[in-house]
């Protein structure tokens, strides 16, 4: 097994160095180009002062430029720091707490950016400014070797989803980032002719992601900046595309394209949805397109990695919140308030062990002590395991809310909305007024199409009997608001549609 992801891009640039691995949008790289430029960038960064220990922040979202200050970063022997464009108004917050001596940043990130942000070097990725050094001038430094390192050793910090409070630094270590890569290879199966698309929505975990396991696998991985149907069907039948992956709702969208069967999709070997569970009204629309082309979802978070996965087919698919059955890597079980585990069947938080579990919350230890207990990640999900395994999620533990005694768990509420015609995005929240909490749905229609708001509460009444349809209010959005991990930003709704 290789000791890391940097002895995987130097292999790959001695082994297949004219093979594409990376594309950008039109900026395309062999894997000799990548580690030239890794090393490159990671010789800018000991020329100005960076060594083993020392915190990155990256906060670009445009080309090559942070794939490669993520790996440059390790490369020199810091852990990069991801900041995520949701998390940019925190940006000044986020480089004093995780103590980051150097930030690359982007056209994005710039007006939070000013001298003295970071005490050592500021690196502007897309283009010279007024206030960092061009990305492209610290390339040219002479290349030189990774820094040794451990495998328990920080290889980066992410930031959580930040679905039930503000987002938290996780550190992860570089056996984490290696296992990330296998479970991923294990998943997708993945493979050296694989070409992988990948929408980033501005979310740098997301984006650099994908990497692990092209690199493991010697595959290339192609990127678009932003979802837009159209270019995704362009780009499959362009870069000839075996491997994508989307959200529920972009699925939706690109199911609904008129010119869909003009593109020349044949490339694809296997589709994924990714971030939530897959509505099965979704799950038929794919199916009936693709005929028998593999359909896998996933579930996965941010300090455990990838955790369940499985194909649509599957007969336990049609369960009410089901995400797959655990890796044979992962061990996960179910445990009450009082951290008894709970036998099949019975609802509690999904907890789970495994070699991609995070070392933990940077700087937080009381955080850390209460997520991190005997080994296993509690993860804040709410779920339950089947008697053949099957795990299914229920929602956030803090989305659950009561209606006349009863507990409501709003991801059933949302599997029956997705069957509602025009639907794309739904969210079902029990927002706040005095001590209780009022039923609202949030909707996203697809394009060119209307919601019928009654039957929209007609819905809820049907998935949650003990709500009456008049009760629920509906509200009509161009689009559900996400977190930098791209899943519905449920606590962000509820604040907003708050009465005061």
Known sequence: MPADLLALVQNNAVNQPGKTFLVVEQERLTFRDFAERVAGLAGGLRVHGIRSGDRVGIASYRGVGPIIAYYAAMWAGATPVLVSAALLSDLAGILRRTRCVALVYGDEAHPHVAPGIVPRLLIAAEGADDVGVPLETLLGAPLVEPVPH?????ASIVFSAGTTGPPKPVLRSHANLLWDAIQKVMIYRLGFHDVWLYITPRNLTALVG???PSLLTGSTYVVIEGFDPVRVAEVCAIERV????LL???WTELLDLPQLRDFDLSSLRQ????ASHVPEDVQRRLTEWFGDLPFLQVYGTSEAGMIAAMQA????????GAVGRPLPTVQVRIVGDDGRVLPAGE?????????????????LPDATRRAFVDGYLLTGDLGRLDGTGVLALLGRRSDAFEVDGRLIYPSIVQEALFAVRGVREAAFVGVRDGSERRPVVFVAATRGNEVDVEAVRDAVHRAAPVIAAADVEVVLLPALPRTAAGKVDVRRLADEFRPR
């Open 271 to 274: 589709v994924a949805a990714a």
């Open 210 to 212: 994908p990497t692990h």
């Open 150 to 154: 451990g495998p328990d050793d920080s």
């Open 347 to 363: 609802i509690g938080e999904v907890a789970v062990r495994g070699p991609g579990v995070a070392l933990g919350y940077d700087g």
């Open 313 to 320: 087919g599957d007969p336990a698919a049609a369960q009410p």
């Open 248 to 250: 529920a709702g972009q």
């Open 242 to 245: 075996t491997q994508l992956t």
